[in-house]
């Protein structure tokens, strides 16, 4: 089949990164891709898949940079354009215009670093500043006067929301991730174990992935939650739970008490009764 070299891209994650041959001129012979004898193909270091930015070492920071970049210059043009500063237009703008930018696709890219949460969450923290009456006050106090989740808290439920998809056959289940039933704690997902033959950074790639990160979310909502049937009533209750125990991301400048995860809050005794005062 012949390719148009013009709008075909290639790139290549090769397994061992660190490996002294890599460096050597010869051995960037063996990743071209030769389509036909006139057209080669030069692997590319990050291409765009779907409004996705995918990097040759599987990171996430260029994808999380460039959104968070147009995130801010979508609110720069809705604030130059718009001059109430009212809390429900301003809130109505932020939700239709710029938040969405920041959470396209985002269960497959959810970022465990501190700084790529940090940059994501400056977007909100600046846009909700600009509400009248509350520059002065602290983001953390200023979500729950807005009622508002952090962005990171979101992107949690995104995942577990498509976990239950998984879980009740509305969305195919590529990953092959399996559920089990217990009599005392519901449906609850199984985690893949560990792969003893991966490098450390392999290993940590595939335990930041939606094929750990999403098991592990969804066995951390409590029974009541993971039995419902009806997606309006699980949206419903899951955002009531999520809404239930603080909210404090990582932001610059301030040190939160944990990482502000559902798997963290999840170990604080002193909110166990939110899970019917059981820790799996």
Same mark, same amino acid.
């Given at each position: 089949?012949?390719?148009?070299?013009?709008?075909?891209?290639?790139?290549?994650?090769?397994?061992?990164?660190?490996?002294?041959?890599?460096?050597?001129?010869?051995?960037? @012979?063996?990743?071209?891709?030769?389509?036909?004898?006139?057209?080669?193909? @030069?692997?590319?270091?990050?291409?765009?898949?779907?409004?996705?930015?995918?990097?040759?070492?599987? !990171?996430?920071?260029?994808?999380?940079?460039?959104?968070?970049?147009?995130?801010?210059?979508?609110?720069?043009?809705?604030?130059?354009?718009?001059?109430?500063? !009212?809390?429900?237009?301003?809130?109505?703008?932020?939700? $239709?215009?710029?938040?969405?930018?920041?959470?396209?696709?985002?269960?497959?890219?959810?970022?465990?670093?501190?700084?790529?949460?940090?940059?994501?969450?400056?977007?909100?923290?600046?846009?909700?500043?600009? +509400?009248?009456?509350?520059?002065?006050?602290?983001?953390?106090?200023?979500?729950?006067?807005?009622?508002?989740?952090?962005?990171?808290?979101?992107? @949690?439920? %995104?995942?577990?929301?498509?976990?239950?998809?998984?879980? *009740?056959?509305?969305?195919?289940?590529?990953?092959?991730?399996?559920?089990?039933?217990?009599?005392?704690?519901?449906?609850?997902?199984? +985690?893949?174990?560990?792969?003893?033959?991966? $490098?450390?950074?392999?290993?940590?790639?595939?335990?930041?992935? %939606?094929?750990?990160?999403?098991?592990?979310?969804?066995?951390?909502?409590?029974?009541?939650?993971?039995? +419902?049937?009806? +997606? @309006?009533?699980?949206?419903?209750?899951?955002?009531?739970?999520?809404?239930?125990?603080?909210?404090?991301?990582?932001?610059?400048?301030?040190?939160?008490? *944990?990482? *502000?995860?559902?798997?963290?809050?999840?170990?604080?005794?002193?909110?166990?009764?939110?899970?019917?005062?059981?820790?799996?």
């Amino acid at each position: 089949m012949a390719l148009h070299k013009d709008k075909f891209e290639y790139i290549c994650h090769r397994f061992n990164r660190g490996h002294d041959l890599s460096i050597l001129p010869f051995v960037s @012979e063996l990743y071209k891709y030769s389509v036909s004898d006139k057209i080669t193909l @030069e692997p590319v270091q990050q291409l765009r898949d779907l409004g996705v930015l995918v990097s040759s070492n599987l !990171s996430w920071s260029p994808h999380i940079a460039a959104i968070a970049n147009k995130a801010r210059q979508k609110a720069s043009w809705v604030l130059s354009v718009f001059h109430t500063r !009212s809390t429900g237009i301003m809130l109505t703008l932020y939700k $239709s215009m710029v938040r969405s930018l920041v959470e396209y696709c985002c269960p497959l890219w959810h970022p465990t670093l501190i700084r790529d949460i940090q940059e994501l969450e400056s977007v909100q923290k600046t846009f909700t500043a600009r +509400i009248a009456g509350l520059r002065d006050m602290h983001y953390w106090d200023r979500l729950v006067h807005l009622s508002l989740m952090s962005l990171q808290r979101r992107r @949690e439920r %995104f995942i577990i929301l498509h976990m239950w998809k998984i879980l *009740n056959q509305k969305t195919s289940n590529d990953l092959d991730i399996q559920f089990v039933s217990r009599p005392r704690f519901g449906n609850l997902a199984v +985690i893949p174990s560990k792969r003893p033959s991966s $490098s450390a950074a392999n290993q940590s790639l595939y335990d930041n992935s %939606f094929a750990i990160q999403g098991p592990k979310l969804w066995n951390a909502i409590p029974y009541h939650l993971n039995v +419902i049937n009806d +997606i @309006e009533q699980f949206k419903d209750q899951l955002t009531k739970f999520m809404l239930s125990f603080p909210d404090q991301p990582p932001i610059r400048g301030y040190t939160p008490p *944990n990482s *502000n995860s559902l798997l963290c809050w999840r170990m604080e005794r002193g909110l166990s009764s939110l899970w019917g005062g059981q820790r799996s």
